[in-house]
């Protein structure tokens, strides 16, 4: 079974700092293209980076300076740092997959996402 499992979520203050992990099983991301998304309460889903196989990371303009993604291929696991969050940040963020190169339109495999509320 194709699968995602996002972690590293939870409550921070504006301007601080948040790690995010999707770890893959069921298949290797090494061929794959990965999208980091997010939905933030009562609004669409937006593409926040996405990062092809060969490592060319992509990011959401809004989102450029604050925002790192990387990838562990050895431990079949994204990442996604945040920092200087701002509470315009708070939603559910979640990683999905293709085998097409970035921006992804469709995905193949996604998660169920990981809660990140930016308030004081």
């Known amino acids: 079974q194709l699968q995602f499992v996002e972690s590293g979520g939870g409550l921070v203050q504006p301007g601080g700092s948040l790690t995010l992990s999707c770890a893959a099983s069921g298949f290797t991301l090494d061929y794959y293209s990965i999208g980091w998304f997010r939905q933030a309460p009562g609004k669409g889903h937006e593409g926040v980076s996405c990062?092809?196989?060969?490592?060319?990371?992509l990011y959401a303009d809004s989102l450029k300076g604050r925002f790192t993604m990387s990838r562990d291929n050895a431990k079949n696991t994204v990442y996604l740092q945040m920092s200087s969050l701002e509470p315009e940040d708070t939603g559910v963020y979640y990683c999905?997959?293709?085998?097409?190169?970035?921006?992804?339109?469709?995905?193949?495999?996604w998660g169920q996402g990981t809660l990140v509320t930016v308030s004081s």
């Open positions: 999905g997959a293709d085998g097409t190169t970035c921006p992804l339109v469709s995905l193949e495999v």
């Open positions: 990062m092809s196989h060969n490592g060319t990371a």
